[in-house]
């Protein structure tokens, strides 16, 4: 195969017919087959040569050319590529180092296997276009919902065609029980596509939250234009699902532009879920008023969140506690997911109990620690009192604000809260000590002996080794398994310690310790682990 005249118009058109069956840029073409001529012509030549090969776009006419680029005496190491600049001086007036000296050779002669070979590289050149290309296209509609027509089943996927590719969509991705038969018209979320050896892999989905919300967008108006937005999805493809929606304008119900008129909106989105009942609930920035939406149509009497748990307390009547749960605890759970939080349902009686157990288990504290009888305890309870260190450390006043009870009285209570917990706190550091714990841990601000006691049981019983902690270990925190969010008991979460207590504790402890520097704290904060996922 002789690059001559003949058949250089040939490579142009071969270019063009090819571009034109893979939909690439016919130029990428015609630089493979560059590539392909010059490796040829290496193997002709000798491999330590630099040799490029340039095809004209207009006649095809390819031109094989040598290049030599100049270089130091001291640094010439290929021959064949390299010139002095004395050698240079042959080839140009004034050489100087980085210069290329270009002489065009005869065109080779490809014979069978050369051909051969020259070919293979083209071919691999033309599906990395092709390939290129197909990510380009479908990584920019990541995120969006694609319509294809179903080409075959395998083992319970779906293989769809998408117009310039192929699409799968896992039977773990479709809806209930759905299926499919070749040339059946589908809509699907693209929920990824990566760049794999054997070209891109477009995965497709009809569970993802976010399909729904792509089908809002493209029903309601208002949210493809921004007036309205989907704040939060939570679904359980197939039976349920819940929206979170805010409008930005406050002539416009958010909820009922979804709904449409006489329901024709959501109905159509329905419609594509294959029947999914679909709760639309106003989105609001306040944590309980957006609860107490999620959790319709349960009626809720009192929400109680904490923050710094991320977990929230529900109360409901008793009659409504199986509405508010749902079926199979789908209600509860999809409101978990919109909201973000683990939810605790309770009925008012089960508060009540709770709230008489906390008000038992107080009363006792005092009458076992301050010698008390139970009408007194009860009193400071119910004063709101929840532990000792509030009635030893408070302010005098604050107890004598207290019906019956005197100067003499208040001082008394004082001094025993005092004694009780200098008692617990000896034998805490007796028990510490026993366990081995080291003087560097007594020293240290911030830990109060029964925390250092905890912390010894658990096997942290020098500086270091509290230094070396996790903030999460000591406070807890929560850890997603499959979904799931699992609580982690911290070590010191029982004393009130929280998540930025801890890591003020570490930090400190790290710098007493100048395994950090200080002034790199500004530069570099600590990261939050608060929650590993899994």
Known sequence: MAITSANQLELLQTAEAVAREKMIDPDLVIQAMEDSLARAAKSRYGSEMDIRVHIDRKTGRATFTRVRTVVADEEVENYQAQLTVAQAKQYKRDPEIGDEIIDEVPPVDLGRIAAQSAKQVILQRVREAERDRQFDEFKERKGTIINGVVKR??????????????????????????????????????KDVRRETRGPQIFLSRTDPQFMAELFKMEVPEIYDGIIEIKAVARDPGSRAKIAVLSHDNSIDPVGA???????????????????????????????????????????????????????????????????????????????????????????????????????????????????DEFFAQLLVAEGFT?????????????????????????????????????????????????GVEQSLFDFDGLTPQMIEALAKDDVKTLEDFATCADWELAGGWTTVNGARVKDEGILEKFGVSLEDAQSMIMTARIQLGWVDPSELAEEPEESEEEVEE
């Not at 117009?163 to 969509?169: S, T, Y």
């Not at 749902?326 to 939810?343: K, P, W």
């Not at 000792?388 to 004082?414: F, H, K, N, R």
């Open 153 to 190: 089943e395998e083992y319970g996927n779906i293989i769809v065609d998408v117009g310039r590719g192929e699409a799968i969509l896992r039977r773990n991705e479709k809806i209930g029980r759905e299926s499919y038969r070749p040339n059946d018209r589908i809509r699907a979320y693209v």
């Open 258 to 372: 979804c709904v449409g008129m006489r329901g024709s909106r959501v109905q159509a989105v329905v419609g594509e879920l294959q029947g999914e009942k679909i709760d639309i609930i106003p989105w609001n920035e306040d944590q309980a008023t957006f609860l107490v939406n999620a959790l319709q149509p349960a009626e809720v009497s009192k929400v109680v969140v904490d923050e710094d748990a991320g977990k929230i307390e529900v109360v409901v009547p008793d009659e409504q506690l199986s509405l508010a749960i749902g079926r199979r605890g789908q209600n509860v759970r999809l409101a978990s997911q919109l909201t973000g939080l683990d939810i605790d349902i309770l009925t008012e009686a089960e508060e009540s109990q709770r709230r008489q157990a906390e008000f038992a288990e107080r009363t006792k504290l005092f009458v076992d620690a301050l010698d008390l």
């Open 387 to 435: 532990n000792l260190e509030e009635v030893a450390y408070v302010d005098l006043d604050e107890l004598l604000s207290i019906e019956g009870v005197d100067e003499g009285t208040a001082e008394e209570l004082q001094a025993r809260a005092r004694d009780y917990i200098e008692e617990q706190n000896r034998k805490a550091i007796e028990a510490a000590k026993a366990l």
